[in-house]
């Protein structure tokens, strides 16, 4: 199997005036990429470093930096730049980073001061941070990236990825929407997540594609949930994107733009969504505003991408077939049990299989056509007093498709009726307001899942806070934590 690295050195020989990556500023052919990709590697190389993290803003330089290390093939961490600096001290402690690449030295200076050794500049753009080396970590072996699962609760844990699981994800991509190097495929999404990492870098490099790797800024995302729809469809058409990825409440904002008037400009022929669950409803919605939309599935654990729906072989309210390499079980429960680019190991925690196959702890089935279906969580379902199956985060998706209703957290174990807390669209809306859009809500629910009842949230869910993981998945323990005294008084009322 061929690595990204050896088709780069092939594309710079063979294609090397072809476009590889811009940022909206730059632009670098092949040839070009390849150069500084080999140069920064030899600047690094002389650090000798034993695990690398890399926080920077999406640009040419982080893909640069990511495939210098991939070349040395020394352990690489993405951090995220919305990391707490608890969050950004424990990674870095658990890895053992002791070389931390950068585009914002000033704000890591203060965080970094007690382990820095030196700080130097390998150019303009990039500056080390070489870090007092505490203790060596063993890594599972062939271990090139290490990426943290957002985890729905607890400590996240450290996902130990070799070449091959990545390649081989790449590969069954790239066949199966038939992707070409006449593609421009527009990161808008954290290169740190490595969803956006893995099918939006590299995916187009390795078949000669172009890769734009716009700020976040420029994509209008800031932090981890605020987002400026109108700068994203703006940007999305003026780099005349082919293909993007999305995460849900981001296709929301599409839809609700498009649907208010806003004119499609896009060139999409493939726009991806998935990291959560979304709504056919939604989906629906999407298609009737002319957005090529096609819902996926994965795991940080199987390197990204699991199952996909494509333009040929596209089922709704499913996340699609399962990708060539993947082999699919079903445990007795319902668990999906997955072999094919499993991770090598969760770094210092235990990573058990079932007969070679890795528990995903999602509940699905596959239909008679082979396209895989996710019920639930296999955690988060609820059973309610009169014995039924609540999967949450279904009736969650059809609450939030309401325009007054922007996140929502649906409990009733062991309960009669189901609660939901709202964050609402605006400080300004009202109970009643609220009320009437679950009364909407409900028509799509049987009536077991409905919501009989609400609290409005104290503050929005999200990662700052601990309720809400990188990829949009709500972190249920704590959020009933929050409200569990909110709760308990609604059941008593």
């Given amino acids: 199997m061929f690595s990204l690295i050896d088709r780069l050195q092939t594309h710079s020989q063979k294609i090397p005036q072809s476009l590889a990556i811009e940022d909206g500023e730059q632009q670098l052919n ?29 640009s040419i330089t982080w893909v640069i930096s990511d495939l210098a290390a991939q070349l040395l093939t020394v352990p690489i961490i993405p951090l995220p730049a919305f990391f707490s600096e608890q969050q950004l001290h424990y990674v870095i402690g658990h890895t053992g980073i002791d070389l931390v690449l950068t585009d914002q030295p000033t704000q890591l200076q203060p965080l970094l001061a007690k382990t820095c050794q030196q700080q130097l500049s390998l150019n303009q753009i990039v500056h080390a941070f070489q870090l007092t080396r505490l203790a060596k970590v063993i890594y599972p072996p062939n271990t090139l990236k290490i990426t943290y699962t957002s985890g729905t609760t607890g400590q996240p844990k450290g996902v130990c990825l070799t070449l091959d699981n990545m390649m081989q994800v790449v590969n069954s991509l790239v066949t199966l929407t038939q992707a070409t190097p006449a593609d421009r495929h527009v990161c808008v999404l954290p290169l740190s997540l490595l969803l956006e990492n893995i099918v939006g870098v590299y995916a187009p490099l390795m078949i000669g594609a172009c890769c734009c790797v716009p700020s976040l800024k420029t994509v209008g995302l800031q932090g981890a949930t605020s987002l400026d729809v109108l700068r994203l469809l703006t940007t999305l058409s003026q780099l ?21 008037g806003v004119s499609n400009k896009l060139s999409l022929r493939f726009l991806a969504v998935g990291g959560a669950p979304v709504s056919p409803h939604l989906l629906e919605r999407a298609r009737t505003c002319s957005l090529p939309v096609f819902e996926g599935y994965g795991l940080s654990e199987c390197a990204s991408v699991v199952a996909l729906n494509v333009p040929n072989a596209n089922q709704s309210e499913s996340v699609g077939k399962p990708l060539s390499h993947v082999q699919l079980r079903f445990a007795e429960d319902g668990e999906i049990l997955i072999q094919g680019a499993v991770a090598a190991g969760y770094l210092d925690q235990p990573f058990e299989l079932k007969e070679g196959f890795l528990p995903s702890g999602d509940l699905g089935y596959l239909d008679d056509a082979g396209f895989l279906h996710l019920t639930g969580r296999k955690k988060n379902c609820f059973i309610t007093a009169f014995g039924r199956n609540v999967a949450p985060e279904w009736v969650e998706s059809e609450l939030v498709l309401q325009p007054e209703i922007a996140q929502a957290f649906v409990f009733g174990e062991a309960k009669p009726f189901n609660i939901a807390v709202i964050v609402p669209r605006k400080t300004d809306i009202t109970v009643e307001q609220l009320t009437q859009s679950i009364e909407r809500a409900n028509q799509y629910l049987p009536d077991y899942a409905r919501i009989q009842t609400l609290a409005i949230a104290q503050a929005p869910f999200s990662p700052q806070n601990g309720q809400l993981t990188t990829t949009g998945r709500l972190r249920r323990d704590a959020i009933f934590s929050t409200y569990q005294d909110t709760i308990t008084k609604l059941y008593q009322g």
């Avoid at 092949?30 to 803003?57: C, F, R």
């Avoid at 005349?240 to 409440?249: E, F, G, H």
């Fill in 30 to 58: 092949y040839a070009q990429l390849y150069a500084a990709v080999v140069n920064l590697s030899e600047q690094i190389k002389s650090l000798q470093p034993q695990a690398i993290g890399l926080l920077m803003d999406n």
């Fill in 240 to 260: 005349q994107a082919t293909t993007a990825i999305v995460l849900p409440q981001m296709l929301q904002a599409m839809v609700e733009a498009l649907e208010a």
